[in-house]
């Protein structure tokens, strides 16, 4: 079994979190009234339809983003105790290791490729 530096997926885990919670955080800031806000000014104008689509959209994607970084929040948390624990690098399911490639393409990785393609499947 290789030795992972884990000192070095911390640093990795920890500049991806910072860099995921401005994103949220930056988020938050452009949409900080609600939806029905926003549609109410756009209602005065010619184009409310279509611009009324349009913010609900950029809304709902918005929300979607929101989502999927909480997720990965989580997830680096998780690699984080991982790492406390000793266990970092070693697949939750299996117990094989994971692949290095695979942990620098996705340092918050819990599951082997293996493991995630049947997950996934």
């Known amino acids: 079994?290789?030795?992972?530096?884990?000192?070095r997926f911390r640093d990795a885990l920890l500049d991806e979190r910072r860099r995921v919670e401005h994103a949220l955080a930056t988020l938050r800031d452009e949409h900080r009234g609600s939806l029905d806000d926003e549609v109410?000014?756009?209602?005065?104008?010619?184009?409310?339809?279509?611009?009324?689509?349009t913010a609900t959209l950029g809304r709902e994607i918005d929300y979607t983003l929101g989502e999927n970084s909480g997720h990965v929040l989580a997830a680096i948390d998780a690699a984080l105790k991982r790492i406390d624990e000793g266990t970092y690098g070693t697949c939750v399911?299996?117990?094989?290791?994971?692949r290095y490639e695979r942990l620098e393409a996705?340092?918050?990785a819990s599951l082997c490729i293996d493991c995630k393609r049947k997950a996934e499947g």
């Open 1 to 7: 079994m290789t030795s992972i530096d884990t000192e």
């Open 40 to 53: 109410e000014e756009i209602g005065a104008s010619d184009n409310h339809l279509a611009e009324t689509a």
């Open 93 to 98: 399911s299996c117990g094989q290791q994971i």
């Open 106 to 108: 996705t340092p918050w």
